[in-house]
């Protein structure tokens, strides 16, 4: 860390600066400044002490130098993690993952036809909502364990892991006992309880970026998971709030490298949430992977105008299908797989 | 609601929007225009049926235009609410309410220091986090029930209500034997299932708006505890966050006029959390004061250089009776009134 | 400045960068750190250099430690300045300035009607727009010089200051002759030409924050005009953009404090365009003087039902006649004067 | 446009609001509802209207249905739009179109270099800044026309158009007298005069999107240039401002689909600015090729250290051959060419 303390500061102002340092079991090392004095803190980082510093008389600001995170960090651990998530399916390897299905579970038959609809499209994980995050208390919450219990059966049928969303420490066995990968959702993204329960867990977790998530808050959740013992992280870039108003959310392709660069996790993109626009969702999809994703989630629905959530955003089992023709091509050029991706008839 | 339908959208097309319409059971009222037709919804609003129309083809956009909350509205209820927190405090009344102590509960002694220390200068309700939400999980994080019993003791030693945070449904019972006041923090404005829980016990709650809480979203928070039978809520405006990286966060104080405008629920202002900066937190308190709050959320500390959290944002207990002072003018400037604040030695 | 080096770099790749360092006539402090080195640059700070090092190989990040503005920074003007603007008005003293009438100058008769309804509440300079920036190149205009012109007979006729916007190079003849003071709009507040062309001037300017305006990049822009030897600047906080869709901008009441603490100019809130709701005016206006601004600006219309722009956050004479009583009790509170308020009818 | 009105309105209100509407020559359909009713205007669509309906009482919200451009609009001019920016470079058709070139022209040999640089390496147009936008009044602001000269010398010694930033309406006919294509930047998409004046140009311009500007205003932007005649507009994509501080801005990639949906002009995607980092430009670009982007505009310096600005997002010529090897396997995975992409030597 590194304290910057303004020109009126005197030598006592700096001392009892020092002073305090100190008394962190830390080293100050001290320049002074024609202008500003600067005072290098040595010795183990610890993100309170920031606070602390600033409210120390004469000081202008304090940097900090080193990340707050550690475990999800590629300084680290430089190999990129591979999770594997059941049935074969590896996330972060050079298949790309596509996770497919209905924003919301809403009949054991809907769950059965929408797995068939996204496996024969080449998806490769069947998503979908059993306990739903909704604004409205009056709004649709889901059909709850019933739609675990159909997912997974669903999933078992076709050969695929299933993924939902875990919304509170009350649902975590059943969501445990169904799920093979356990989604956190951007509301919950600094649920510190959910978040140390789930880093309890060994089932592959996915966490997904905070509306407002700065990408530093968004490793530091996902190093509350890894300090509690759970190597199985996946990140999701889900889109985040902005002033645009054009689009339900504002798809962060800039997280993606970012967050490749920084650490060893995979991540996925979700442009079904990142634009909240069926018609935007292909392109943003293909920019993902060519951003360097790892897949994709996507919302899928057999008929999105009597969806009972998300339709707007959810596309046909055709669009979807188009959706991974296209997918595929850009795979291709940044050098990933996405294997059974139908061929169109007229193409055939 | 109101459907927009685009211009390329032929009779059958507005037939198929308009027999959708019918099927949820409400009466469309199709006016034909020259360039883009419109179609009337009449009947109970669903906020889920936005979604629904809009995945239908040729709608260009679904207007809402009745609000989407009851409970929480100043329509239903046109009366201001006063939430009676104990020991006398009315909250949303014409005496405002100073919520003021430490960031977190450091030890049973410090916590009775604080106590005495705001209640000198005029606080009336006593703050103190014994579970902490940090975006690291390296910080200090609360010193738990321990904390809790020390709060409700150095309350009722001094004779204030006591305000603590909730942060998982894990912990309500502890919480709710030991607070006068629970309070939903920002990160959980939109934890549903703890907002279903808090609503169906009997003790205030204060809700605050989350970092990126729309005005209508931290309404329909509210609404979910009010649903389930709760009307005991108190909402807290504590800044959002937005581009300027000059403070920790942006405090709306448009927010204050135009809540107390749509609901009859006390609105209070954390200008501690709504600034990040000491220096700040006077001329912010005054300001909410002026717009119209209730009262305050302050963080004190005796040695705010010593502080385990949030100290850069923390006033001494000197600086805080400063502030109460400017307060005290601003309220009754406004018609409001703010006793207990003590005179200075050089004043009397 | 301080440039962090990542862990990686080897001896040679610190020469380096300490070499590009000390070619630009600045010392370069190197302290090897077990995780990162820093580099403490000492001499002039040139706010240029910082992209320059932020590219040299191995560099993490470049950290400024002082301020990229002299001339408008209090440690270089401690004390407050103030601006005299005419007709006896000073911007910046204890008395408050209310700066009021129309969003656009209509008729002759319009603004005169419009300069005589203001004074009778208690405003001391008239505001009207000649030349208006709009949204749509369909929208209404202004009326020219021709508005300018009787601007300036209103504000003669009832001894009142004017002050108008001047949108380009092109039409700074005419705003200069007729008008006392100058405003650049917010869309203007990086028009760095025109900075440049107004800080040639004499007349005082008022120069309002962008709708994404960092404090710090607004004050730049304040200190382009007082570097081309104009030393009569104002500043203007009139909202900014955020993601909250319930206002049209979110007037941030923590820049108010923060620049008078930062800067020596004066500072004026703009409550109409900070939330462009009539209904909002009059709260954030009192909130903006108990934080400390030294006056308002405010669109007042003798019929915003009629008028031909910002009708919708125009108040009419009566309307701000009561803003004007409140805004004057706040004032007291803040030991402020706001004179010529009229007392209501009932209250006589 | 539909005004929504509230529940209290009496039929008195009612008539009012009909009237009003009448008046401005439009026709007004009114639905009485058992909440809220809800009045159709039928007419010319008028964007000043809105505010002064919404000035009118017991108007709730007024929503506009159609959209407030027309020229720019693909409703208007449904087939893609190609400009003919000459040298045989033709923007928004199969071929990509690449600008690249250093930020700021620093000398003629300079640019020379830069032009045989990135000519090599298969940029298509070649950019430079003569008149630098510059926060800070004491950073570098460009060499100004000789700057021009040196390059249009160098686009003509190497076969390319030359594209360079217009900053004033002062230096309109020595831009137009140099450049083949005018770039109006970020700062100024809503410097309404400038606008008019491009627009009476006959020369391509190049509009950028306002770090807040919303996608309606960037398109309104546009009208303006078009509405005066010229429709040879070229839109960029350059990043957005928001809360994140992990890069300098967000790259916008929804925003590239939905563009072109909405309007048959062509779009460049700019990762430069709309990362700040050069790490991030070339997964960046990808991104944008794959989501839709009929060309990018780039950063390159031969020796990015030494950039008089933005050094930090600059790529050396052979990082920016990468890039342009990346990008060109994308282009073909969306059917789009990229020719004169070099091979790399090991590759030949």
Same sequence: chains 1, 2, 3, 4.
């Avoid at 590896?90 to 769950?111: K, N």
């Avoid at 006992?177 to 956190?184: S, V």
């Avoid at 909240?276 to 392109?283: D, E, H, Q």
Wanted: net charge negative; proline share 5%; charged share 20%.
């Amino acid at each position: 860390m590194i304290i910057v303390v303004s020109p009126e500061a005197t030598p006592d102002d700096l001392d009892h600066i020092v002073a305090r340092v100190e008394q962190t079991g830390r080293q100050a090392h001290l320049s002074v400044g024609t202008e500003r004095s600067i005072i290098g803190v040595i010795g183990p980082d610890d993100p309170s002490l920031q606070d602390a510093f600033e409210a120390l008389p004469h000081v202008e600001s304090v940097h900090r130098v080193t990340k707050p995170y550690k475990l999800v960090s590629r300084d680290f651990h430089p190999a990129n993690t591979i999770v594997d998530v059941g049935h074969g399916v590896l996330v972060g390897d050079r298949e790309l993952v596509v996770m497919a299905g209905p924003c919301s579970i809403e009949t054991e038959e809907h769950i059965f036809d929408a797995a068939r609809g996204v496996k024969a499209e080449g998806a490769n994980v069947l998503r979908g909502g059993a306990f739903k995050p909704r604004s409205s208390p009056y709004a649709f919450r889901g059909i709850g364990v019933d739609g675990l219990r159909h997912l997974a059966a669903a999933g078992a049928e076709t050969g695929m892991p299933v993924i939902t969303e875990l919304m509170s420490v009350r649902d975590i066995d059943a969501v445990c006992r169904y799920a093979d990968i356990i989604q956190i959702g951007a509301r919950n993204m600094q649920n510190f309880i959910l978040l140390d329960e789930v880093g309890k867990m060994k089932k592959p977790v996915m966490l997904k970026r905070a509306l407002s998530g700065q990408i530093e808050e968004w490793l530091l959740a996902a190093e509350y998971i890894m300090a509690q013992g759970n190597p199985h992280v996946i990140l999701c870039e889900r889109g985040i709030r902005t002033f645009e108003t054009a689009y339900r959310n504002t798809f962060d392709v800039n997280a993606i490298p970012l967050v490749k660069e920084l650490s060893h996790l995979p991540v996925i993109g979700d442009p079904s949430h990142g634009t909240g626009k069926a018609g935007l969702v292909t392109p943003v999809a293909m920019a993902a992977v060519a951003a360097g994703a790892d897949g994709l989630m996507i919302e899928v629905h057999n008929d999105p105008e009597h969806a009972l959530s998300d339709g707007a955003q959810s596309l046909t089992y055709e669009r979807f299908g188009g959706m991974m023709r296209s997918v595929a091509a850009v795979a291709a050029a940044v050098e990933r797989t996405l294997t059974g991706v139908r061929t169109p008839v007229a193409a055939r």
